[in-house]
């Protein structure tokens, strides 16, 4: 049951970010486990379940992140991720380029959503044709997306604007990848556990319809077919 991140939580990602090496971290293992590592496994247990049992019958599985980062990756000394994570996510091989939630907590504060969040440009080409093709389905999700306040649309936008597409989808249309947001940098936030777990679980569940939008885009584009006849008209 997570009961919630306590001040303990934030001082071991403050010193993690200030004392990035392998001498302070075994000194601050326990702190980890206890603090950060524990409670968000418990989190990213009791959201996924919630997640499913409002929004059943889709294949997702749950993953919490690891702070050890990849030593291919290692930049000189800093051999630890200085936030955690956990992401929902369909079962698929390249995860990168698929939509999933994810909820992350770092020194600055904590973030939650959905997104795209590293999509191949032919994933992104189905989305545009989508677009063209029948745009109505989009901007009902949009104009729901606009009716609210928890979640905002972010990402980077190509160099160079790509018309085309209704004014109101705009946004939509000319961006290389997409994360529908939610930041706060309230640390007390996460204090309150069951709070949090309806926040996290009522919040993804908002977001699902835009989930079951762009999956059905992702994989005809990995595939190379063409879904939109069926799927978008």
């Not at 109101?168 to 949090?196: Q, V």
Request: glycine share 6%.
């Amino acid at each position: 049951m997570f009961s919630g991140f306590t001040p303990q939580t934030y001082d071991f990602l403050l010193g993690i970010a200030a004392n990035n090496e392998r001498i302070w971290f075994s000194q601050h293992k326990q702190e980890y486990l206890d603090h950060l590592l524990t409670p968000m496994k418990a989190l990213a247990d009791q959201v996924f379940d919630g997640l499913l049992e409002r929004c059943p019958d889709r294949d997702l599985l749950c993953k919490v992140a690891r702070i050890y980062k990849d030593a291919r990756r290692c930049r000189g000394i800093e051999f630890y991720k200085t936030s955690l994570w956990f992401s929902i996510q369909p079962p698929v091989e390249n995860w990168q380029d698929a939509p999933g939630f994810w909820f992350e907590l770092d020194r600055d504060g904590w973030s939650y959503g959905m997104g795209l969040f590293q999509p191949k440009a032919a994933t992104m080409a189905r989305h545009r044709a989508a677009i063209d093709a029948a745009p109505a389905r989009l901007a009902r999700l949009n104009a729901s997306l606009l009716r609210q306040s928890e979640f905002l649309l972010s990402g980077p936008s190509y160099a160079r604007f790509r018309p085309g597409a209704p004014g109101d989808l705009a946004g939509w249309y000319n961006l290389k990848s997409f994360n529908l947001i939610h930041e706060s940098p309230c640390f007390r936030e996460t204090y309150d556990g069951p709070a949090l777990v309806r926040r996290l679980v009522d919040g993804m569940a908002f977001l699902m319809p835009f989930y079951d939008y762009f999956y059905p885009l992702c994989e005809a584009a990995q595939a190379g077919i063409d879904p939109l006849a069926e799927t978008f008209q």
